[in-house]
C-alpha cells in the first residue's frame, strides 16, 4: 500500500507514452529531419529516420536556367564554393531578378554568389575568396546537400 507522502518507485519501468512517439515521427517525416529528441526528467524519447537517396526528376529548362561549366570541375578543387547545410539553392533573389553571378562574373571576397533555403529561411552564401566564377554546378532552385559544390571560383 502506497501513502500519499511516500516517494514514486523508482524501480518501476517508465512508460512510454506512444501517443508522443507518433506525433514525433510525424513531424520528423513532414519537416524532413533525420531525428528529433525530447527529454522530461529521466525519461527521453529518440525518433531517428534512415534516409534514402531521393529519385530525382530531370530539372525543367527554363529561360532563366543557369550555364553549368562547360569543363568538368574537381569537387576537391581550391576555388569551389560547397554549400554549408542541406536545402534549395538558389541563383536570384526572386524569379524575376538577374542571377547573383554569372560565368565569367568577377567577385570579390564576401560577395554574395547564391542563396541556400533551409526551414523557410533564406542563407546568404559569400564569395570566400576573390576570383572569376568559372563554373555554376547546381540549377535554380535544385535541392542541394551538405558540402555539395556550388560553384566555382579561380
Do not use: W
Not at 576555388?79 to 567577385?107: C, D, H, N, W
Amino acid at each position: 500500500m502506497k501513502y500519499p507522502d511516500s516517494k514514486p518507485d523508482v524501480s518501476a519501468p517508465a512508460t512510454i507514452d506512444t501517443e508522443l512517439v507518433e506525433t514525433l515521427a510525424g513531424m520528423v517525416a513532414r519537416l524532413g529531419l533525420s531525428e528529433i529528441e525530447v527529454a522530461n526528467g529521466d525519461v527521453k524519447i529518440r525518433v531517428a529516420r534512415q534516409l534514402t537517396p531521393a529519385v530525382v526528376q530531370p530539372p525543367i529548362v527554363s529561360p532563366h536556367a543557369a550555364v553549368v561549366s562547360a569543363s568538368p570541375v574537381p569537387p576537391d578543387s581550391p576555388g569551389t564554393v560547397k554549400s554549408p547545410m542541406v536545402g534549395t539553392a538558389y541563383l536570384r533573389a526572386s524569379p524575376e531578378s538577374t542571377p547573383f553571378v554569372e560565368i565569367g562574373t568577377q567577385v570579390k571576397t564576401g560577395d554574395k554568389v547564391i542563396l541556400v533555403e533551409a526551414m523557410k529561411t533564406f542563407n546568404e552564401i559569400l564569395a570566400p575568396r576573390a576570383g572569376t566564377v568559372t563554373g555554376i554546378l547546381v540549377e535554380d532552385g535544385q535541392p542541394v546537400e551538405y558540402g555539395q559544390p556550388l560553384l566555382v571560383i579561380e
